[in-house]
């Protein structure tokens, strides 16, 4: 399985017009985790437009659904995006969950407004906020969170201190 | 079980940048609902074995070399595990 080249995924969807928001362990990396993730979590518009440039973006590299058995009849085009909400796959750049709708956030369209801006090699794309991460991440409850969710606090404490 | 506590929201709004950055670049006006977050006498427990600095290290770079940075240490662990399972007999 390779291991997935971040920075190459964002910049695939970037340039491909496509709306998303970086949530999850990529985005705690981008707020100053030291953690190290594996898979990038995207929380994507569920709107016509934005699923259609999202299958286009993606039929590249091929998505299937990660840990499925090989030859399934599965084709990540508009109408299983459509027909789904959250997918976590596999693809030729590596391991990307697609969440339509995510606990103690709800969806992209509420989470944009206070999302903020960072830049890949010049282009911008959407990060959530420190704060809605930790809240997302309490929301979820998961006890393989908690060194996690203190060290967003740590930083949350850190980037208090440095205003 | 753990107690988890919820966050409140308040109607502040506010400028925000990329703290710790330093960089005008990734300053963004944001009009936000802000969440506050309550303190969690569990995290507070686990936030005492955090090693700040790193943290601080982190905080010194763009959230572009922070990603960079992270990208490296996963393709190492790669390299180091693809290495490893190569050499077990």
């Given at each position: 399985?390779?291991?997935?080249?971040?920075?190459?995924?964002?910049?695939?969807?970037?340039?491909?017009?496509?709306?998303f928001?970086?949530?999850?362990?990529?985005?705690?990396?981008?707020?100053?985790?030291?953690?190290?993730?594996v898979?990038?979590?995207?929380?994507?518009?569920?709107?016509?437009?934005?699923?259609?440039?999202?299958?286009?973006?993606?039929?590249?590299?091929?998505?299937?659904?990660?840990?499925?058995?090989?030859?399934?009849?599965?084709?990540?085009?508009?109408?299983?995006?459509?027909?789904?909400?959250?997918?976590?796959?596999?693809?030729?750049?590596?391991?990307?969950?697609?969440?339509?709708?995510?606990?103690?956030?709800?969806?992209?369209?509420?989470?944009?407004?206070?999302?903020?801006?960072?830049?890949?090699?010049?282009?911008?794309?959407?990060?959530?906020?420190?704060?809605?991460?930790?809240?997302?991440?309490r929301?979820?409850?998961?006890?393989?969170?908690?060194?996690?969710?203190?060290?967003?606090?740590?930083?949350?404490?850190?980037?208090?201190?440095?205003? | 079980?753990?107690?988890?506590?919820?966050?409140?929201i308040?109607?502040?709004?506010?400028?925000?940048?990329?703290?710790?950055?330093?960089?005008?670049?990734?300053?963004?006006?944001?009009?936000?609902a802000?969440?506050?977050?309550?303190?969690?006498?569990?995290?507070e427990?686990?936030?005492?074995?955090?090693?700040?600095?790193?943290?601080?290290?982190?905080?010194?770079?763009?959230?572009?070399?922070?990603?960079?940075?992270?990208?490296?240490?996963?393709?190492g662990?790669?390299?180091?595990?693809?290495?490893y399972?190569?050499?077990?007999?």
């Open positions: 399985m390779t291991a997935t080249d971040f920075p190459a995924l964002i910049t695939l969807l970037t340039e491909g017009g496509v709306e928001i970086v949530i999850g362990g990529v985005a705690a990396t981008i707020h100053g985790s030291a953690h190290i993730t898979d990038l979590d995207l929380l994507y518009r569920r709107s016509p437009d934005n699923i259609e440039r999202l299958a286009t973006a993606l039929a590249p590299i091929r998505p299937y659904l990660r840990g499925a058995p090989e030859g399934l009849p599965f084709h990540f085009d508009t109408a299983t995006i459509h027909r789904g909400l959250n997918f976590t796959l596999q693809t030729t750049l590596g391991a990307l969950d697609l969440l339509g709708e995510v606990a103690g956030a709800g969806t992209y369209d509420k989470v944009l407004p206070e999302a903020e801006t960072a830049l890949l090699a010049g282009r911008p794309f959407h990060c959530v906020s420190l704060r809605r991460l930790i809240a997302m991440k929301a979820a409850g998961r006890p393989k969170d908690l060194n996690v969710i203190a060290e967003l606090e740590a930083l949350l404490e850190e980037h208090e201190r440095d205003e | 079980m753990f107690a988890w506590r919820g966050h409140a308040d109607d502040q709004s506010s400028l925000t940048a990329w703290p710790g950055s330093g960089r005008t670049q990734y300053t963004t006006l944001v009009t936000e802000r969440i506050v977050i309550e303190p969690d006498p569990v995290i427990v686990f936030k005492k074995d955090i090693d700040r600095t790193l943290l601080r290290a982190n905080l010194k770079l763009s959230p572009e070399e922070r990603l960079r940075k992270m990208q490296s240490a996963v393709s662990l790669r390299l180091l595990r693809e290495a399972a190569k050499s077990r007999p």
